[in-house]
């Protein structure tokens, strides 16, 4: 089994990259919004159950993935609410279970990433979109970003289309196999 964790900061092409290494891998894809958009729908974002829950939920999903030998693509977005050891919490419950987790970090340059920020797409999962806000949660953004592990590749999405950045990542997933 193989978690291919895709992170990055807000507005960086997570999502976009990893719709089409979904479709050129037939892996499915658990974007973190999924379960961020359920458990907000009944707890105000940061709440404690609401950070219990969203923990619980995610490890839960890779550990029965892991446990059920089935590969699957996770997005994610380093920030504050999110403990800084939690990348390697889910490695760690991965690998005892025999599992692998490949980190894929993207990278967009802060002008871009505005530019991005308040895209129509951006709305389909609730996703942050105002551009005061990002510049206020950028310092700890690149603090938890600070935090994460050394990626088996990086890719500046700035430079890279989708789908050339999805078929670096595809390549990858070929030479770790």
């Avoid at 919004?33 to 105000?44: S, T």
């Avoid at 990626?151 to 890279?160: A, G, H, K, Q, R």
Wanted: glycine fraction near 4%.
């Amino acid at each position: 089994m193989r978690l291919v964790f895709i992170y990055c900061p807000p507005a960086s092409g997570k999502l976009t990259v990893a719709r089409i290494v979904s479709e050129r891998t037939g892996l499915p894809l658990f974007h973190n919004h999924l379960i961020v958009d359920a458990v907000g729908a009944v707890f105000p974002f940061g709440s404690a159950e609401f950070l219990r829950l969203r923990e619980q939920f995610w490890i839960d999903t890779f550990q029965a993935a892991a446990e059920g030998n089935r590969s699957i693509i996770f997005t994610f977005a380093p920030e504050a609410s999110v403990a800084n050891d939690f990348p390697m919490r889910v490695s760690n419950a991965v690998s005892r279970l025999g599992g692998e987790v490949v980190f894929v970090a993207l990278s967009v340059d802060d002008a871009e990433q505005e530019r991005r920020i308040d895209s129509h797409s951006r709305a389909e999962f609730g996703k942050l979109r105002s551009v005061e806000l990002l510049r206020q949660l950028r310092p700890s953004m690149r603090e938890c970003d600070a935090s994460m592990p050394a990626p088996s590749l990086t890719i500046d999405t700035v430079c890279t289309s989708p789908s050339d950045a999805a078929d670096k990542i595809v390549s990858l997933l070929q030479v770790v196999q």
